[in-house]
């Protein structure tokens, strides 16, 4: 991992550690992930932007399904390993410690657990208008085994 990811997963643990509080879990239709947010803070030097942090917990063989962030992603695995494979890119397996970018409305074809017997859990750090959510379906995407899961918001 580079100097400036390093950095960055240091911040977000830093950040979730210092937090001292839980909400409680979202969980998608279908079975998909499981999203705790964490926090939520409005950006002063962004206005009618904000940060969320959210841990995402997808349980041995779990996928999401094909969906786009409004905003600007940054993932960091804590745990486990997760296939993603965003638009115009072949899939890729990231592993404890890595560390990924999705840009606003890139389409993400694949998200899932490469385990069959082990859960993965990543931090992600995301920027989202004031009433944006977090994660939108893809029109016509369903879920893996499920309907399309409602918008996740903060």
Wanted: charged share 15%; with cysteine.
């Amino acid at each position: 991992m580079n100097t400036n990811a390093s950095r960055l997963a240091a911040l977000l643990l830093a950040c979730v550690a210092s937090l001292g509080f839980a909400h409680a879990a979202l969980a998608h239709e279908g079975g998909e992930e499981s999203v705790q947010p964490l926090m939520k803070q409005a950006l002063g030097d962004a206005p009618g932007k904000n940060v969320m942090i959210a841990t995402v917990t997808l349980a041995p063989g779990q996928g999401a399904a094909p969906h786009l962030h409004p905003g600007s992603i940054f993932a960091y695995v804590l745990e486990g390993s997760v296939v993603s494979q965003l638009e115009g890119e072949p899939p890729r397996t990231y592993r404890q410690g890595e560390t990924w970018y999705e840009a606003p409305r890139v389409h993400h074809l694949v998200t899932r657990n490469a385990s069959t017997t082990q859960p993965a859990r990543l931090i992600v750090w995301a920027i989202v208008g004031e009433k944006e959510p977090i994660k939108l379906p893809l029109p016509g995407a369903p879920a893996p085994g499920a309907s399309l899961p409602k918008p996740v918001t903060p």
